[in-house]
């Protein structure tokens, strides 16, 4: 089977077709679920314990109920994405729908641009490790030294 086959009805991403579970008024842990920024409510209300999401410039806490506008700022890692909610959704849909719940600002979207550049041209982190692990010849000439040095203490 071809993978056009596979994908040939993509009804479900319609962007026309209107989202299932829409609500007025939601938890923010339950929307971040639904927006797939965690990948459960469990995590993202690890997150919101931590400080690490804000609703509007403030810290807020789990139960926090969302409307439509509202402004979320979401710190994963060391970079801060700031999305505006566009709708509030009780289900967790594919990806596609998920993104239809936000709007990314466009400074955020400058950010993280210029976040994947600086790690694209960072250098690898093991390359400054030289000798790497040592063998098993070096690890006995270290443990007869320690051996050594500790007896005439």
Do not use: C
């Not at 299932?20 to 459960?40: N, S, V, Y």
């Not at 594919?94 to 400074?107: C, I, S, V």
Request: hydrophobic share 35%; charged share 35%; aromatic share 6%.
């Amino acid at each position: 089977m071809s993978s056009t086959a596979l994908h040939a009805d993509d009804t479900d991403f319609d962007t026309t077709k209107p989202l299932p579970g829409l609500t007025e008024r939601l938890r923010l842990d339950k929307w971040l679920w639904a927006a797939r920024f965690h990948k459960t409510r469990s995590l993202a209300g690890d997150d919101i314990d931590k400080g690490r999401i804000q609703v509007n410039g403030q810290v807020a806490k789990a139960s926090r109920e969302l409307k439509a506008g509202d402004v979320v700022d979401i710190r994963q890692e060391s970079l801060t994405r700031s999305v505006v909610v566009k709708a509030l959704s009780t289900i967790r849909g594919p990806a596609p729908q998920a993104q239809r719940l936000y709007e990314e600002t466009p400074e955020s979207i400058q950010r993280r641009a210029q976040w994947q550049e600086q790690r694209r041209t960072a250098p690898e982190p093991a390359n400054a490790i030289e000798d790497g692990r040592p063998t098993k010849r070096d690890r006995r000439k270290l443990a007869d030294w320690q051996r050594w040095s500790a007896s005439t203490d």
